[in-house]
């Protein structure tokens, strides 16, 4: 059973940063994709980052520069580096783990999902 937990959302300043992690068990971070998703209220889910089995990692434009995704293999954690927050920021932030090697962006690649953690950015 794969199984994801994510923690260190929370309430920032417009500006700020904010580190979220994502503890994975079940299955292995260096062998398959490892994604960041997120969900505004009245939004569908978005893409926000994501990291290949290589270690290689995707951005879409919105969090290009601002954001970075890493992993550990040891601990079989990723984390996503948050910096440069705007209230268009705000929302549930999800992890989501795939069976593929690749990063793909559409919620139906993955089939594990973390219970999401939320963060909120004040302007």
């Known amino acids: 059973q794969v199984r994801l937990v994510e923690s260190g959302g929370g309430l920032v300043q417009d500006g700020g940063s904010l580190r979220l992690s994502c503890v994975v068990s079940?299955?292995?971070?260096?062998?398959?994709?490892m994604s960041w998703f997120r969900q505004a209220p009245g939004k569908e889910r978005e893409f926000v980052s994501g990291?290949?089995?290589?270690?290689?990692?995707y951005y879409p434009d919105s969090v290009k520069g601002r954001f970075t995704i890493s992993r550990d293999t040891a601990k079989n954690t990723v984390y996503l580096q948050m910096n440069s927050l705007k209230p268009e920021d705000t929302a549930i932030y999800y992890c989501?783990?795939?069976?593929?090697?690749?990063?793909?962006?559409?919620?139906?690649?993955?089939?594990?999902w973390g219970q999401g953690t939320q963060v909120t950015v004040s302007s």
């Open positions: 989501a783990s795939t069976g593929n090697e690749r990063v793909l962006t559409t919620t139906r690649a993955y089939d594990y």
């Open positions: 079940g299955r292995t971070v260096s062998l398959y994709a």
């Open positions: 990291i290949n089995w290589s270690g290689n990692p």
